[in-house]
């Protein structure tokens, strides 16, 4: 399947792609985890992303696209893939049409995780993220760690992302609304979305997923 995850920053976009993109075999894609790399091994993209990143902006386009064009044409990414974060606005959504359309390949569809703006900001406030692998994610009251600062999977450091400090998530609120949501008006009109809540405990908003996806197949 090729699906596209949105959802506003701390919906739980890319606790669910893991989850899903496991399930349904599928690598998972996540731009914000391809310029986290680019930042970790300090090349020249990692340098431009980590400005804006820090800003709560989008990282320009062009090299946005670049960079997850040659993702999606890695050979892991054939036969399907789980898009999370890419698309972030309508251009990037026209970019990847083309590029689909290149190919001869389609979206089968784009799942909305719903939350409360209220919810959001709690979830991201308490967010800590493992360094040595971004998958393993922690929250200070709804998902703690059994030792605080240690992640339980890999024993890696738990850290903030720099970019969810308190200031910066409402920069990435107020960007997702003007930015980011008309891309589900854009993916509505072709019949691509399935809307879900991404409220409840981490399994059931999977279960919840994997069932809206079957009817999407
Ligand atoms: P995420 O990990 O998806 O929350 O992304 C973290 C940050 O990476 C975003 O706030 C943007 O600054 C940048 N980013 C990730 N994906 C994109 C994209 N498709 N277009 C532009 N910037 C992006």
């Known amino acids: 399947?090729?699906?596209?995850?949105?959802?506003?920053?701390?919906?739980?976009?890319?606790?669910?792609?893991?989850?899903?993109?496991?399930?349904?075999?599928?690598?998972?894609?996540?731009?914000?985890?391809?310029?986290?790399?680019?930042?970790?091994?300090?090349?020249?993209l990692g340098k431009l992303a980590k400005s804006y990143m820090d800003a709560g902006n989008l990282v320009p386009d062009e090299v946005t696209i670049a960079m997850a064009k040659d993702r999606m044409e890695q050979p892991d990414a054939e036969g399907g893939f789980l898009l999370d974060g890419f698309p972030r606005n309508v251009s990037q959504a026209e970019a990847l049409d083309e590029l689909l359309q290149t190919e001869g390949i389609k979206l089968d569809a784009v799942l909305d995780l719903e939350a409360p703006e209220d919810e959001v900001v709690k979830r991201i406030a308490g967010r800590r993220v493992c360094r040595k692998d971004s998958a393993h994610v922690f929250h200070v009251t709804y998902?703690?760690?059994?030792?605080?600062?240690?992640?339980?999977?890999?024993?890696?450091?738990?850290?903030?992302?720099?970019?969810?400090?308190?200031?910066?998530?409402?920069?990435?609120?107020?960007?997702?609304?003007?930015q980011t949501e008309p891309i589900i008006d854009y993916y509505r009109a072709q019949g691509l979305v399935v809307t879900i809540s991404a409220m409840g405990p981490v399994d059931e908003v999977t279960g919840r997923a994997l069932e809206a996806l079957k009817s999407a197949e």
């Open 1 to 44: 399947m090729r699906i596209v995850l949105v959802g506003p920053p701390g919906a739980g976009k890319g606790t669910q792609a893991t989850r899903l993109a496991e399930k349904l075999r599928i690598p998972h894609i996540s731009t914000g985890d391809l310029f986290r790399a680019n930042i970790s091994r300090q090349t020249e």
């Open 143 to 178: 998902s703690p760690p059994k030792q605080e600062g240690v992640c339980d999977t890999c024993g890696g450091e738990l850290y903030q992302r720099d970019d969810d400090s308190e200031s910066t998530v409402r920069t990435r609120l107020e960007v997702y609304h003007t």
